[in-house]
């Protein structure tokens, strides 16, 4: 059964969180607050935020915070939504894991796949609520399934969040092949389980933010960083549940944090950003340079062969209809050039 006392405190979060913001103009977009957490997700360092990557974005990362390290890739397919897939390297496990049929595997690792979604973008006065499945297959090392509400008061972003498994109050079981989402299946035992994650983002301008979060995540539960029942790392809770980080945007594609995690261990994640569709190296587009044969040519022959050269299709006729610099072509029907009307040189 739930303790009335704890079930009071989650409520009374909620509620103060949603009082903490009067009736004032914000900005109701995710920028500039997407960054990347330590697992990849957009977030703080470990908690995660309701934000979201833009649409069409990826983004891949390295990130440590020993004894972790992973490796992570993340995709927004659609807008408001983020799926991320990660591998996480459990450090110095290498002399337990490199048994038998495992040598020279090195250490211990664990894959997963994140999703989450937006489902009410923020507004002039609520805020952005975001619904997250962590890790919902498989040995589930690193799974939750949590809720989460983040508010701009620019340059100040607020979130607040309920999470069970990893965030609760003891980790998930294994699911097997299967899939298990306790946030729907039993939500009971999910609000029995979850708990209270909050966290707070300065960001005075895109290139540049200060942070800080409640992370109540028991690492000395988790079965991630044994091996074989055998404890390697966190026999015993960690000093503090409260982290700070710095992060730094020198190119809008590049994004580097530095953090102080657990009260005893420093961080650094490492994220590029980009663009589906988009080159990542700059396209270099050479000016058109006309050859001199053609200079001697009636100045609509010089321009239907600059358009041609440069990618059009050749229009049937080129001509003028008034004296000016304007010019205008004509196309069999389906074969129109994709410059309609251009400027012309006047000599």
């Known amino acids: 059964m739930p303790r009335p006392l704890s079930i009071a405190v989650r409520v009374l979060a909620w509620a103060g969180f949603l009082l903490l913001f009067p009736p004032a103009p914000s900005l109701a ?110 040995t589930r090392l690193l799974a939750s399934q949590y809720l989460v509400a983040s508010k701009q008061i620019f340059p100040f972003d607020f979130t607040v969040g309920l999470g069970n498994g990893r965030f609760g109050e003891q980790p998930l079981e294994a699911s097997g092949k299967g899939v298990e989402v306790e946030l729907f299946t039993d939500p009971k035992q999910w609000w029995e389980d979850a708990r209270v994650f909050a966290g707070i983002q300065f960001a005075p301008s895109e290139k540049f933010a200060l942070m800080v979060e409640y992370a109540p995540i028991d690492y000395h539960k988790m079965s991630l960083y044994d091996v074989e029942s055998t404890e390697i790392h966190f026999d015993e809770p960690v000093p503090s549940r409260v982290n700070f980080g710095l992060r730094f945007k020198p190119l809008d594609w590049a994004e580097i944090d530095l953090s102080w995690q657990r009260g005893e261990q420093f961080g650094v994640n490492f994220a590029l950003d980009f663009t589906i569709g988009e080159p990542l190296i700059p396209v270099y587009d050479a000016p058109y340079r006309e050859e001199p044969a053609f200079r001697s040519s009636p100045w609509e022959e010089r321009l239907a062969e600059a358009l041609a050269t440069c990618g059009s299709r050749r229009p049937t006729t080129a001509g003028s209809s008034a004296p000016g610099p304007w010019a205008w072509f004509c196309a069999p029907p389906g074969r129109s050039p994709r410059t309609r009307s251009a400027m012309c040189p006047s000599r």
């Open 29 to 138: 977009g995710d920028d500039p607050f997407t960054f990347a957490s330590s697992w990849g997700g957009t977030g703080l360092m470990e908690i995660p935020t309701a934000r979201v990557m833009p649409e069409n974005h990826w983004r891949i990362g390295i990130s440590q915070v020993d004894p972790s390290r992973t490796y992570y890739g993340v995709i927004s397919p659609l807008a408001g939504l983020e799926i991320d897939g990660r591998v996480t390297e459990i450090l110095d496990t290498s002399d337990e894991v490199e048994q038998g049929d495992f040598e020279g595997y090195g250490n211990n690792k664990d894959k997963s796949v994140d999703f989450k979604y937006r489902f009410l973008p923020e507004g002039k006065y609520l805020p952005a609520l975001a619904v997250g499945i962590m890790d919902p297959s498989g």
